[in-house]
Each structure stands twice: as structure tokens, then as C-alpha cells.
């Protein structure tokens, strides 16, 4: 049986009993390591979250990709594995929460569930911190509370010392029959940066580079890679995934290409690698562009801002006049834009942070208030009760947000809310989605492959326009339609 075939790519999904056990430690040093080492190594993170997946990426050399039961079907889940572990020597697929935390009783969309879908073993990190035996008792709950959920080995985080260490292994693999394939020493200084959503975006982070092959150097002294990899491949053969469900056109929908403008730089950092795919084949050209120091705006169909830290990099943004006007017009005259949390920030009036207020592009009619508490974090379900410009009324969007920022109306009443807030927060509670012109914005960030026909109607939506501005470049005595829709 050829374990190195894209059904067969030896996997592990990295779990731990809560959140803050070493997860990320532990994926991200073995990411590098065995890259280091000459290693193929496909990432993937488990649940809507960007910035552990950039690090992820960065680890291994290559984009980390989404995996998460609540946006996306099981179907979609194998084919999204599939196609992006395809030639790697080893899957490692980062998980978040405890095990078996889901969002209800039964556990749903937690991390065991998702291991199974994919075959998955897992790599159970624990921290030891004030413990000894009793792990074993705990670890010994984890293997029988779901059968159905394969402990491959252990990792020992927060380890105190070499009896410490003693203690533990020996109790564990007598107790709970499952190898205990390494540690993580206790540290003095966090070795990641943290900060209020976790870890710092690696793109605002001095010396990313320095952390990981320090996280590296770490793994590669402590754990036994050899033994894990065995292990590893040994399952990945008794697993085998519906080749058809691997299959994924790569075609464009659309015969006149368009140019969809993304805004990406330190201040909007959030976008799903999927997602970027997804509007490159429905014929999109990406134009790249940068808030902060590009100086104009050059020929775009549609604009897609996506979420990021608009408040850290407020003063600058500010100042980048010579961006906001141009692209203001731009969308006072029809600009179809697509701005998801930050990005929808970006478009307000006033950015308020830390005391100071900082003046935005001034298109929707809303100040945004930073509070040092989260006013909305989880998934997220919207019912489109109107139309909007990217989505008809009827339609129902599934996602995720997390977002420090209150909206105050700011000014006149211009445009309208087209969305219901089934579950989440969005602005209010109540309302979400909110539309002027031909701009939606929204505190749920989406996946496209949870949501495939958003790149569609994001193409669809550029097309019309690029299509109205050439018909108004034509025929001056009619100027095109400013209004959404």
C-alpha cells in the first residue's frame, strides 16, 4: 500500500484537554523542524482562526489551510484535506479547545470529531504544571470517553524537571497504555507573543523566524520525531479517502476577466487561502494593495477588505490620505466592496482607540469604538432579510467573528441593514450586514469553501460594474448607475 499517494499522507491532528496546553507550541516546532529536515509538511488548523494558521504556514513552508465541521460539510472537509496535503510526508492538523469540545452535548464540531472525519490519530499535549499521576488518570478518560478517537501518543508540556518527567511517563504508559513520545521543558518567557486574540500576527512580529527555529530547536531536543513519524505512517495505512471526493474544477465561470482589489498589509491581514483561490477561478485578477503606503488606486472591479487590526496601525492609516480619496470616490461612484470586521472598520468614519480618535475613509456613517472586552466572538448565522449587493434576500450566511469594536451611528441614516443575526453578535445583537451603495459590510468573516457561491457573485458584481463603466466611458450622455444591485 503506497502511504505516500494523496489518499495515504500520513497524518496526526495535535489535541490537548483545553485550551493553552501547548497546541500550538508543539505544532509549530514540529511544523519546522521537520521542514528543517527536508520534510514535505501540509498544516492545517482546526476552526475559523487566522493567525495560528499564518504561523502554521510560515513553520512549514507553505500555505496552512482550514478545516472547521460548522462552515463546511464533511464532503468538503476530506476534499479540502486531500487536495492540500497532496505530496507532503506528514499532515499535522492543529486543533483548538479540548479534545471533545463541540457546541453541544454531543460534542459537535470539535476537534475529535474532525479527526475522525480524516482518520486522523491524535497527538494528545498536556500540561503537567502541578500534576503527576492524576494525568494518567485524566489521559486514561480521554481514550475511553469515544472509542472512535485514536491516542497516538502524548507530549509532557510544562515539565518541571527530570523526576517530574519520570513520574509522569511511568504512570502514564503503565495506566493508560499509550507512549508518551516527549516533552516540552517549562519555560521562564513565553517563546510566542501574545496578545488580546492570542498570538501576535506573525506579520506584525519582529523575528518570526527567530521564534519558530527556536520552537525547533526545542522539539528536535525533546521529542522523538523518529518514533512519532512511524507511528504516523503506520496509521495513515489502515485510512483510505474517497478519491472522487478530491475532484475540484479549476475552471473560470467567466470569459471577460475582472480585477478584484485586496487590500493586505499589517493592518488587514485575515484572508483564508481558499478564499483568494476561489476568486481566481471564477476568472479574478487579485491587484494587491497596500492602506498604509500606497499612494493611489489603481483600475479595480471590486474590492474585497478583509479583517485584521486596523486599530494598531490607526495613526498610519490616518495619514494615507492620498489612498482615501481616490478609493472614496471610487466607491461613492459604485465600487462594489466586500469588507468583512476590519475592513468594515476601515470604511467608518472614526476609528476610537486608547483616547484618540482617528478618521477613516468616512464612507458609512459609523464610528468604531475599541473596548477592552470582546462584544462579539463565535459563529455566527445570518438570515439576508434584504437584498444586498452580494447576496439575494432569503439567502443564509454561516461564519465566525471576533471583534473588540462597538459601531455608533455617526451620522446621517444612510444605508440599511440586510441581515438577522440567527446566532452571534454582529452589530447589535439584531442586525449585521450592513449596505450602502454597492458596499456590504459585516462582522462575519467567511470561508468560501463553506460558502461557494460568494466568490461567484464577488465576480458577478465586478463584472456588472466593470461593464457599467465601460458602457459610461462610451456614452457620456449616460452616466452610469450609482446605486447598489
Not at 169 to 184: H, M
Amino acid at each position: 500500500m503506497n502511504t505516500n499517494s494523496k489518499n495515504f499522507t500520513p497524518r496526526i491532528t495535535v489535541a490537548a484537554l483545553r485550551g493553552g496546553s501547548g497546541k500550538t507550541i508543539t505544532s509549530l516546532g514540529l511544523a519546522r523542524a521537520l521542514a528543517e529536515q527536508g520534510h514535505k509538511i501540509a498544516t492545517f488548523k482546526k476552526g475559523p482562526d487566522y493567525i495560528d494558521a499564518a504561523w502554521l504556514g510560515m513553520a512549514a513552508g507553505r500555505a496552512c489551510r482550514n478545516l472547521d465541521p460548522f462552515l463546511m460539510t464533511q464532503q468538503t472537509i476530506i476534499r479540502s484535506f486531500l487536495q492540500g496535503s497532496a505530496g507532503s510526508n506528514l499532515a499535522i492538523i492543529e486543533g483548538n479547545r479540548g479534545l471533545f469540545d463541540g457546541v453541544n452535548l454531543q460534542g459537535g464540531f470539535s476537534t475529535a470529531e474532525l479527526a475522525k472525519t480524516l482518520g486522523s490519530p491524535v497527538l494528545l499535549v498536556v500540561d503537567c504544571q502541578k500534576v503527576t499521576r492524576t494525568m494518567a488518570a485524566m489521559i486514561c478518560g480521554c481514550r475511553d470517553f469515544d472509542p472512535g478517537t485514536r491516542i497516538l501518543g502524548v507530549i509532557l508540556n510544562r515539565v518541571a524537571g527530570s523526576r517530574h518527567e519520570t513520574m509522569l511517563r511511568q504512570s502514564i504508559e503503565e495506566y493508560a497504555q499509550i507512549p508518551v513520545l516527549g516533552k516540552i521543558p517549562r519555560m521562564k518567557k513565553d517563546p510566542l507573543p501574545m496578545r488580546h486574540l492570542g498570538l501576535t500576527p506573525a506579520d506584525e512580529y519582529a523575528g518570526p523566524e527567530k521564534a519558530l527555529d527556536l520552537l525547533a530547536a526545542i522539539i528536535r531536543e525533546n521529542l522523538d520525531i523518529n518514533r512519532l513519524l512511524k507511528l504516523a505512517r503506520e496509521s495513515a495505512t489502515r485510512v483510505q479517502l474517497k478519491e472522487h471526493q478530491a475532484e475540484c474544477s479549476e475552471k473560470s465561470r467567466f470569459r471577460s476577466p475582472v480585477r478584484i482589489g485586496v487590500i493586505r498589509d499589517a493592518a488587514f491581514q485575515f484572508y483564508y487561502p481558499e478564499n483568494l483561490e476561489a476568486l481566481e477561478r471564477e476568472g479574478a485578477e487579485l491587484v494587491f494593495l497596500n492602506a498604509i503606503s500606497d499612494r493611489d488606486v489603481p483600475d479595480i472591479d471590486a474590492l474585497y477588505i478583509g479583517g485584521g487590526f486596523p486599530e494598531t496601525q490607526a495613526e498610519q492609516l490616518s495619514a494615507n490620505r492620498e489612498f482615501m480619496e481616490p478609493l472614496r470616490n471610487m466607491i461613492e461612484n459604485g465600487l462594489p466592496v466586500y469588507a468583512e470586521c476590519g475592513g468594515l472598520m476601515y470604511l467608518g468614519r472614526n476609528l476610537l482607540w486608547k483616547d484618540r480618535s482617528y478618521p477613516m475613509l468616512g464612507v458609512l456613517d459609523w464610528d468604531f469604538v475599541l473596548k477592552k472586552r470582546p462584544v462579539g466572538h463565535g459563529y455566527s448565522i445570518l438570515d439576508f432579510v434584504r437584498e444586498s449587493p452580494f447576496f439575494p434576500a432569503g439567502d443564509v450566511l454561516r461564519g465566525h467573528e471576533f471583534h473588540y469594536s462597538l459601531p455608533v451611528r455617526a451620522g446621517n441614516e444612510n444605508g440599511y441593514f440586510c441581515c438577522r443575526v440567527q446566532r452571534g453578535h454582529g452589530f447589535d445583537g439584531r442586525a449585521d450586514g450592513f449596505c450602502y451603495k454597492n458596499v456590504f459590510g459585516t462582522y462575519t468573516h467567511i470561508h468560501g469553501l463553506g460558502n461557494e457561491q460568494w466568490a461567484a457573485r464577488m465576480a458577478a458584481a465586478a463584472l456588472k460594474y466593470k461593464r457599467r463603466r465601460l458602457s459610461a466611458c462610451n456614452d457620456t450622455d449616460f452616466p452610469m448607475e450609482q446605486t447598489g444591485n
